[in-house]
């Protein structure tokens, strides 16, 4: 929308589907104005390590790039460990803005009410340019979300627990036709890969779904090139519904 030239970051599965900077050729880098991260990762459900955002900042600084971190999952994580901030390292708050959403963490989704921190001059800038071209969230909207945001740590948990309850039907469903998945540790997705023996794209295979079962999932091509020969699938609905369209699956014999 803004007129930039885009330099993808390929994401794969080897790498754990985490960035390697170190591709990045130094005139790009040169010319680079911002940096986008997103960990916990939407659609491949990777979480970021320590090093990575640590290097994020080095790269950033050392050529003068705003780095932009996408946090919107960071608070729907099944394991002991919280994903962590980019503010929450050295230099972050210099280098760095980090957006967050209520849609995911509180199940707004709709209502478009979210909040940017970091950088106090980019914040300044953002703060100038939304006070011209909108009127701000509807009152009520904001209402909501302050009351959510003030809602104790407890609510949060049993938001994972639905999620992890959810992604645990899932796996346990996958493992049940052969399919080879592994249990996200974070997002309210999985990222599976299509058995190579069906030999068909996300997209003929998503279509296929669809028609054989009335199962909607989104074709990892969809989200790039990189995302061929995947399909993301989302936790949203009730565990009934999932155990359902586990069923549905099972009996249209789409096994590996």
């Not at 904001?142 to 959510?148: D, L, R």
Request: proline share 5%; with cysteine; hydrophobic share 45%.
């Amino acid at each position: 929308l803004a007129g930039a030239l885009i330099h993808d970051l390929p994401l794969s599965e080897d790498a754990g589907f985490l960035p390697d900077l170190d591709t990045v050729p130094a005139d790009v880098a040169a010319l680079a104005k911002v940096l986008v991260l997103n960990y916990p990762n939407n659609p491949t459900t990777a979480t970021a390590p320590d090093d990575l955002l640590e290097r994020s900042i080095w790269f950033c600084r050392r050529y003068e790039i705003l780095l932009v971190h996408d946090l919107a999952y960071g608070e729907l994580y099944f394991g002991r460990t919280r994903p962590r901030s980019i503010l929450e390292f050295a230099g972050g708050k210099e280098i760095a803005v980090e957006f967050h959403t209520l849609s995911k963490t509180f199940n707004m989704a709709g209502w478009r009410i979210g909040f940017a921190v970091g950088n106090r001059h980019v914040i300044k800038t953002l703060y100038a340019l939304k006070t011209n071209v909108d009127y701000g969230v509807f009152g009520a909207v904001q209402k909501a979300a302050i009351a959510a945001l003030e809602l104790p740590d407890s609510e949060l948990e049993k938001i994972r627990n639905t999620y992890r309850q959810r992604r645990d039907i899932l796996v346990e469903g996958y493992k049940d036709i052969g399919w080879q998945v592994t249990a996200p540790q974070a997002t309210m997705y999985m990222w599976v890969r299509i058995p190579p023996a069906l030999g068909m794209s996300s997209t003929e295979f998503a279509e296929m779904l669809l028609s054989k079962t009335g199962i909607v999932v989104t074709p990892g091509v969809a989200f790039g090139s990189c995302g061929e020969g995947y399909l993301r699938i989302s936790m949203v609905a009730p565990q009934a519904r999932l155990q359902e369209a586990m069923s549905r699956w099972r009996k249209a014999a789409l096994t590996a």
